[in-house]
């Protein structure tokens, strides 16, 4: 990629930054920043819809409202930005082209972006896997990318955020052809990268936000909301992770849930990476471990309802595109709201470890 040396005009991301609430310090604090395939867009707001319906039925016997259920308009904003995208390029006749896994679990959850570009804006959504992408596509002279025949705008990707995303040549072939193309990549390789938990970790260090921000109340709010995070190049706290196993957690460059180590088996990790030495430790950074509070509540998955404490994960869904040195959007895009049971590490919903919730307001 770095041989490409291609100049981007018109970047596009649609993120999501995921919070939990510190018991201790009673303040929200920062999880990770997804840059690419960010999901639950469409099937989060109809969750919230639900849950307004249901209090609007039965709120009284539970003095419940439903006004305070906010409203969670995410599906239909990250339409909107695609569609500010798909405009920046300007060819009337393209499409966008979403980026899916060849045995789509989430479908459903895509749909309704799909249905939003289609009904407000006439814009047409093609889903290919990589896989199809590297037989079916190619780059015109002008940098065009064509792909069954189709002129693409805006690649959208909701797969190629894991290693299982590329299982031969074929798919890291696509993700060239793709990256080569005139086309928006929402993300490019380079943004995609932005999400990393190496690029959390360097943000969070003294006097690299101010390299970006110039306000300092704006940089304190910012640094208030992050956890503690270390590369593994500092030996002491690596100690301090293997004596207190429980006061960290071992994160690895991946997304899409279940890759974090927690507990003792953070302990063998990290003594078994310190001997292997090298790029092993590289690849991971530590993480304070954020203690939420745990509440009662009732869980209803695969129609079979549970009972027990759990924990909730707040994640703030945002756009940004930009074309060239002007900033088009910028905006705040809803929510998503997960929970799971407190006894669970992980917070995935689609590897298998939480379900979809709403934020209910209080004056407290």
């Known amino acids: 990629m770095m041989e490409i040396n291609k100049e981007e005009n018109i970047r596009l991301g649609l993120h999501r930054s995921d919070y939990m609430l510190d018991s201790e310090t009673s303040s929200l604090l920062q999880i990770e920043l997804n840059t690419i395939s960010t999901s639950f867009p469409g099937l989060g707001p109809l969750v919230s819809e639900l849950h307004r319906t249901l209090i609007n039925q039965y709120g009284r016997v539970l003095?419940?409202?439903?006004?305070?259920?906010?409203?969670?308009?995410?599906?239909?904003?990250?339409?909107?930005a695609l569609a500010r995208a798909w405009t920046e390029f300007d060819v009337d006749s393209a499409i966008v082209m979403m980026i899916?896994?060849?045995?789509?679990?989430?479908?459903?959850?895509q749909y309704w972006i799909t249905k939003y570009l289609k009904e407000s804006y006439g814009i047409t959504t093609l889903r290919k896997t990589l896989t199809q992408v590297e037989a079916e596509g190619h780059v015109l002279p002008d940098g065009t990318l064509l792909v069954d025949g189709k002129k693409v705008a805006v690649v959208y990707y909701r797969a190629g955020y894991t290693?299982?995303?590329?299982?031969?040549?074929?798919?890291?072939?696509?993700?060239?052809?793709?990256?080569?193309?005139?086309?928006?990549?929402?993300?490019?390789?380079?943004?995609?990268?932005?999400?990393?938990?190496?690029?959390?970790?360097?943000?969070?260090?003294?006097?690299?936000?101010?390299?970006?921000?110039?306000?300092?109340e704006d940089i304190a709010k910012l640094r208030k909301c992050f956890a503690g995070l270390w590369s593994l190049d500092d030996e002491e706290i690596i100690k301090t992770a293997i004596e207190k196993p429980e006061?960290?957690?071992?994160?690895?460059?991946?997304?899409?849930?279940?890759?974090?180590?927690?507990?003792?088996?953070?302990?063998e990790t990290l003594t078994r990476l310190q001997k292997e030495g090298g790029d092993a430790l590289a690849?991971?950074?530590?993480?304070?471990?954020?203690?939420?509070?745990?509440?009662?509540?009732?869980?209803?998955?695969?129609g079979i309802c549970h009972e027990g404490l759990v924990i909730s994960e707040l994640g703030i869904y945002g756009s940004y595109l930009r074309s060239?040195?002007?900033?088009?959007?910028?905006?705040?895009c809803g929510y998503l709201m997960r929970t799971k049971v407190s006894s669970s590490d992980e917070g995935g919903v689609a590897a298998g470890f939480a379900v979809l919730d709403s934020l209910y307001l209080t004056d407290k």
């Open 163 to 216: 290693p299982n995303d590329y299982p031969s040549e074929a798919e890291w072939s696509a993700r060239l052809l793709i990256e080569q193309s005139s086309s928006v990549k929402c993300p490019s390789i380079s943004y995609q990268l932005v999400g990393t938990k190496r690029i959390q970790q360097e943000l969070a260090n003294p006097n690299v936000l101010e390299r970006f921000l110039e306000n300092k």
């Open 247 to 267: 006061l960290f957690v071992l994160k690895p460059q991946r997304e899409g849930g279940g890759n974090n180590i927690y507990g003792l088996d953070l302990r």
């Open 100 to 109: 899916v896994q060849p045995e789509e679990r989430n479908m459903y959850d």
């Open 324 to 332: 060239k040195d002007k900033v088009i959007t910028n905006d705040q």
């Open 283 to 302: 690849a991971y950074i530590l993480m304070q471990r954020i203690f939420p509070k745990a509440s009662l509540a009732y869980l209803v998955r695969g």
């Open 63 to 80: 003095s419940l409202e439903p006004k305070r259920v906010p409203g969670n308009a995410a599906s239909s904003k990250f339409a909107e």
